[in-house]
């Protein structure tokens, strides 16, 4: 075997030593470990109790209520009297109300000076088509019937574009289609009877909100009577 260039660099030459000091150390530690008194600390435990004069308890002494027994019912008289009534039960009689085919009954003669005759004005609805004069919309008064039938056509047309708002809801939600709007015009000329038809309650609303809003007009007529006119409208909301 060849000896090694450094003999002085040899660490097993020293290693039992090192053993022997570590063995020392490790020992005069577990004997300190050993030897070592720890303070005791002292534990109060602190009971209250009271004292008790009297542990009976009085128990009441109850008494036995008798009763005396009901008294027994009285006896059936021996002998039943009877009593004849004096006053005679007079007998109703119930007449028939029926009438027969030979029964004459006299009708009540009315004068014509008694009966009253309330004159009811009859509604009458003339389509839009067919109508001798249309209503007449606000600013549309002069010109024949074919201009103020679109006059009237334009003005609602323009009232519906001004006044069109659309659901705040609606469009974030992103809601669209075509509401179609079907009113009268009374023979007052004012807007009544409003419905609407449309794919959410939403625009069907914001829809009769507009219509309901357009102003009186005069009313159209019908043979120089004041009629009603039925009219529908399309409004499409519609996203860009």
């Given at each position: 075997m060849e000896p090694k260039k450094y003999p002085k660099a040899n660490l097993n030459r020293s290693s039992s030593l090192f053993f022997v000091i570590g063995l020392a150390v490790t020992l005069f530690l577990t004997w300190i470990a050993l030897e070592y008194k720890s303070d005791e600390k002292e534990i109060k435990i602190e009971i209250s109790h009271r004292e008790v004069q009297d542990l009976r308890e009085d128990v009441p002494i109850t008494e036995i209520i008798r009763?005396?027994?009901?008294?027994?019912?009285?006896?059936?008289?021996?002998?039943?009297?009877?009593?004849?009534?004096?006053n005679e039960i007079e007998e109703t009689v119930i007449k028939s109300t029926e009438v027969s085919?030979?029964?004459?009954?006299?009708?009540?003669?009315?004068?014509?000076?008694d009966v009253d005759v309330d004159e009811v004005e009859e509604e009458i609805t003339v389509p839009f088509a067919v109508i001798e004069?249309?209503?007449v919309f606000p600013g549309c008064e002069n010109g024949t019937d074919e201009e103020k039938r679109a006059c009237f056509q334009k003005k609602v047309q323009e009232h519906v574009r001004?006044?069109?708002?659309?659901p705040d809801l609606a469009l974030e939600m992103g809601i669209q289609g075509k509401v179609f709007v079907q009113f009268i015009i009374d023979?007052?000329?004012h807007v009544t009877q409003i419905r609407t038809r449309g794919p959410d309650r939403l625009l069907e609303k914001e829809a009769k909100r507009i219509i309901a809003s357009l102003p009186q007009m005069t009313p159209g007529k019908q043979r120089g009577k004041s009629v009603n006119m039925?009219?529908?409208?399309?409004i499409n909301f519609k996203l860009l």
């Open positions: 009763a005396e027994p009901p008294p027994p019912p009285p006896s059936a008289p021996s002998v039943i009297e009877v009593i004849e009534d004096e085919q030979e029964t004459v009954v006299d009708d009540p003669i009315i004068a014509v000076e004069n249309i209503p001004d006044n069109f708002k659309y023979s007052k000329g039925p009219y529908s409208i399309p």
